[in-house]
């Protein structure tokens, strides 16, 4: 038993996000284009939109314990972080869309919004390094907070900087599915 926070609840969210939208992946339609919208909902709201809820709260949880940070502080920051993903990537995800055969106005939806997705990782990495900066930055378990500082800057890199490489229809023409499509994706 403990008492609900904003950070708990992130989490809870985030992981029935992720129960739910996996359940995408096990539909098999006969029709391709179809298959690949499924698909495109596994990749993006399931990746790309509740797990960086996940990302988001467990980060939370890591800078109250090791930097002394005030809760609150640290929830508003988290609110920020998930507003921003949650805005920017489920429209993000129709930079797909224009592919598959769908109306001409997703190019420019997907393409701008897609562009946002960039914005809650670089907020990861500045609310990480402002807490550790606030906070005590002797904390005994030097690894958990060096992985802190890391897991942002390489999600920052992946999915930001890689993502918005790609992201904008008119690149995305030519580099979708390429091997800057599998180190977005694996970095992210």
Same mark, same amino acid.
């Given at each position: @038993?403990?008492?609900?926070?904003? &950070? =708990?609840?992130? !989490?809870?969210? #985030?992981?029935? *996000? ?57 929830? @508003?920051?988290?609110?920020?972080? &998930? =507003?921003?993903? !949650?805005?920017? #990537?489920?429209? *993000? ?64 890199? =992946? ?30």
């Amino acid at each position: @038993k403990g008492r609900k926070t904003a &950070i =708990g609840n992130v !989490l809870l969210l #985030g992981m029935w *996000g992720i129960a739910v939208f996996w359940l995408f992946a096990f539909y098999n339609p006969g029709n391709i284009a179809l298959d690949k919208i499924y698909w495109w909902y596994v990749v993006h709201l399931w990746v790309e939109g509740v797990w960086e809820l996940v990302m988001a709260s467990v980060l939370a949880f890591l800078m109250i314990k090791m930097t002394g940070v005030d809760r609150e502080v640290i929830e @508003k920051w988290l609110y920020a972080i &998930i =507003g921003l993903a !949650l805005f920017s #990537g489920v429209l *993000g995800t129709g930079h797909h869309y224009y592919w598959i055969g769908a109306p001409a106005c997703w190019q420019w939806i997907g393409s701008i919004f897609g562009a946002l997705e960039v914005a809650p990782f670089f907020a990861m990495v500045v609310f990480v390094f402002t807490m550790v900066w606030k906070g005590r930055r002797d904390h005994p378990n030097k690894a958990a907070m060096l992985w802190s500082l890391g897991c942002t800057v390489g999600a920052f890199f =992946g999915a930001g900087v890689w993502g918005f490489m790609h992201t904008l229809s008119f690149v995305n023409y030519y580099s979708h599915g390429t091997q800057i499509t599998a180190a977005h994706g694996h970095l992210a």
